[in-house]
């Protein structure tokens, strides 16, 4: 064991908290290089339309492949990293505006559908936050109300006051804004009334157990419940299962997410299914 510190602390290393900064310090250096060598990429998922099952948003997932196509670190991992070493702020911007770039060249080819991006709450709350996204809406022909920010109940909750004039700004731009992973932070659903938010998801957690556990389907009926009675779109991540999806459609949820309906999937492959999809509806509308 190492001690460091002064006279009066003592603080005490084992050497799997020394292994453990080491990998951290390892992952920041070479995230650095990742981004300089353009190995980041971002994944698209899709979200559905309860209903009908027509693709009607996407999430933007970050992920890192190395030069032998393999994926680096999960993206739990290095994005936990790049959060605690103030990365996230550029390589959050880098997201921003390369979704932006490619919901542009789907919107321009009039099958544009929202885009949704994670926003961290340190970059939320660093000063650049609303300039940048005000200059990557100004820098493509998007329509910002085919961009969607996923923001967290601890992003929103943290800033007060500020937090929420702040959010009525971005919602000025056109943006919409969802409030991601709910129901396991703190933000009551008395508190959903001052936040200017256009959707709630779910958290996956919810959606596991919504059709085996009473307590998870009471409490679930109950979000959706209200959410909506606040006019409130409501999504579910993480739906696994038909019979998952057959309760939350059920219970009145609007929209799924997860791997019953696509795994994330690179620009490539979403592509060819908005094609897909607007392919059947120019044949279902009589195109020739
Ligand atoms: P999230 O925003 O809640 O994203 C949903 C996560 O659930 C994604 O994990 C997705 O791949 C996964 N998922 C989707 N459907 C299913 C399903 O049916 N079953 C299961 N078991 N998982 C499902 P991913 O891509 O590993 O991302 C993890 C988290 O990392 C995200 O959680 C988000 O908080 C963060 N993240 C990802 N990309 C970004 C980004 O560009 N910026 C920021 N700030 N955070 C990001
Ligand atoms: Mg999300
Ligand atoms: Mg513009
Ligand atoms: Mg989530």
Redesign the pocket.
């Known amino acids: 064991e190492v001690k460091v510190g002064g006279r009066q602390s003592y603080r005490f290393f084992t050497p799997s908290m020394n292994e453990r900064a080491a990998a951290r310090r390892r992952i920041e250096a070479e995230l650095r290089q990742a981004m300089a060598r353009n190995q980041l990429s971002?994944?698209y998922?899709p979200k559905v339309d309860a209903t009908d099952g027509r693709i009607v948003g996407a999430?933007?997932?970050?992920?890192w492949y190395g030069p032998d196509g393999t994926e680096r670190y999960?993206?739990?991992q290095f994005?936990a990293v790049?959060?605690d070493v103030g990365l996230?702020v550029p390589?959050?911007a880098w997201?921003l505006r390369e979704?932006c770039r490619q919901g542009d060249v789907w919107h321009q080819q009039e099958m544009g559908v929202p885009i949704a991006?994670?926003?961290?709450p340190l970059?939320f709350q660093h000063a650049s936050f609303l300039a940048e996204l005000e200059a990557v809406l100004a820098d493509c022909s998007l329509d910002p109300a085919l961009l969607e920010l996923?923001l967290?109940e601890r992003t929103v909750m943290a800033g007060g006051d500020a937090t929420i004039a702040l959010l009525q700004r971005i919602k000025r731009c056109g943006v919409r804004l969802s409030l991601?992973?709910f129901g396991t932070g703190y933000c009551s659903l008395s508190y959903l009334k001052h936040f200017p938010v256009d959707a709630l998801?779910i958290?996956?957690a919810f959606?596991?157990d919504v059709e085996t556990d009473a307590n998870t389907a009471a409490i679930t009926q109950a979000i959706i419940a209200m959410a909506r009675s606040l006019g409130k779109t409501v999504v579910a991540?993480?739906?696994?299962n038909e019979a998952q999806a057959e309760y939350l459609r059920a219970a009145g949820c609007e929209q799924l997410?997860?791997?019953?309906y696509g795994?994330?999937m690179d620009a490539n492959a979403f592509g060819k299914l908005l094609t897909e999809q607007h392919l059947l509806r120019w044949a279902s509308e009589g195109g020739t």
């Open positions: 971002l994944f998922q999430e933007v997932l970050l992920r999960p993206p739990e994005i790049a959060e996230i390589v959050g997201v979704a991006v994670n926003v961290s970059q996923e967290t991601d992973d998801k958290d996956r959606v596991r991540e993480g739906v696994e997410q997860g791997f019953l795994a994330p």
